[in-house]
């Protein structure tokens, strides 16, 4: 069954720094997204990408924050210089075109920033 | 007034039982609805997917939204150890739109 991979599964970074989130969307959807999870709070949204640019993003998604689609396959979150309230579960997400379809979740990646 | 409230629970149930879990909003805009379930520190797993009002049922899941009481149900049968997860609703107006998420409800099905 196609799935949403995410890469890497974990990843510590010092505060500052830039980190790159990585994600492969199941081949043939169109609409991608990122959400993150603080733990133990609700999942939230961060931004929408459709046809090569952002089509929707949240107050979360800042100057920090960038998203690309560098080739077909590829999806990345880019958090410019890392906070410590940054540290959360980063969940990549992907949908195909169609009216009636749902959002598919990769595992996520989990960001610990120290 | 929150946009998606759901009981966090935790909600503990033997084996066997029927779980009734359940979300409320305050968006009317709100027509596409969907149950995931997410083990601890894992991305959420689609359940079941409802447009409008109705009923859907899968296997011993059934999803129902009244949209007049802005009220979605999650009806699990015969629950198994095995569902202990927590449990995320969430809605958006329009099919591609952002997904807003319930606080997850936790839920434990002893043997």
Request: proline share 5%; hydrophobic share 25%.
């Given at each position: 069954e196609p799935e949403v991979t995410q890469t890497p599964s974990h990843q510590v970074t010092q505060m500052g720094q830039e980190v790159i989130l990585r994600c492969v969307p199941i081949?043939?959807?169109?609409y991608f997204y990122w959400y993150r999870q603080i733990l133990g709070q609700k999942v939230e949204f961060l931004v929408s990408f459709y046809n090569n640019e952002i089509s929707e993003k949240s107050e979360?998604?800042?100057?920090q924050f960038s998203v690309e689609r560098p080739d077909g396959s590829n999806f990345t979150l880019k958090i410019r210089s890392t906070k410590l309230e940054d540290s959360a579960m980063y969940f990549c997400a992907s949908k195909w075109g169609g009216q009636d379809t749902e959002a598919f979740f990769g595992q996520g990646t989990r960001l610990t920033v120290v | 007034q929150k946009e998606v409230e759901q009981d966090p629970g935790p909600l503990s149930v033997p084996e066997g039982a029927i779980v009734s879990l359940n979300c409320t909003y305050?968006?009317?805009?709100?027509?596409y609805f969907m149950w995931y379930r997410q083990y601890s520190r894992k991305g959420p797993e689609l359940l079941m997917y409802t447009y409008s009002s109705g009923n859907k049922e899968d296997g011993r899941f059934t999803a129902q939204v009244d949209k007049s009481s802005k009220y979605i149900s999650l009806f699990i049968r015969?629950?198994?150890?095995?569902?202990?997860a927590t449990y995320l609703c969430a809605m958006s107006p329009r099919p591609h739109n952002k997904l807003i998420f319930g606080a997850g409800t936790r839920l434990a099905v002893h043997p």
């Open positions: 081949s043939n959807h169109l979360i998604f800042d100057d | 305050s968006n009317s805009a709100f027509q015969d629950s198994q150890p095995s569902d202990s």
